[in-house]
């Protein structure tokens, strides 16, 4: 599972209004979806919360969906939002990880996951933790 949060998304909202903020994140979910969808259809993405989303890789090791990470990642940081007024970029903070044999719960796993993104947002945002 790799799961994603928009870098100073509240900033967004504060900035532009939540009209925006909503923009962003529909356009947010094009992006991706259109990684996937040129991916792999099984490749399911999930708003969870907020601006967090999950992305599950059913079936696939961590090691399998690095090139797919990379290329979401790309298309986030590379892609401009056009908005009324500007366009505005926006990065991302992501983290990784696949079910180990010692989960002993589904908790155990989005719990490795979530700190994986932490990890990343705490040392400096715009980047991938896969643990």
Avoid: C, W
Wanted: hydrophobic share 35%; aromatic share 10%; no cysteine.
């Amino acid at each position: 599972m790799m799961m994603f949060d928009i870098d100073h998304f509240k900033s967004i909202n504060d900035t532009y209004g939540h009209l925006a903020g909503d923009e962003v994140l529909k356009e947010v979910v094009h992006i991706v979806q259109n990684v996937l969808k040129q991916s792999d259809s099984k490749i399911k993405l999930y708003r969870t919360g907020g601006e967090e989303f999950n992305v599950i890789f059913q079936n696939y090791k961590v090691e399998e969906t690095t090139d797919i990470v990379k290329r979401i990642f790309s298309a986030i940081n590379s892609t401009p939002i056009h908005l009324k007024e500007k366009d505005i970029h926006i990065t991302a903070s992501f983290g990784v990880s696949e079910i180990s044999p010692h989960d002993v719960s589904i908790t155990d796993f989005y719990s490795r996951v979530d700190k994986a993104l932490y990890h990343s947002k705490r040392n400096g945002r715009n980047t991938i933790t896969t643990v």
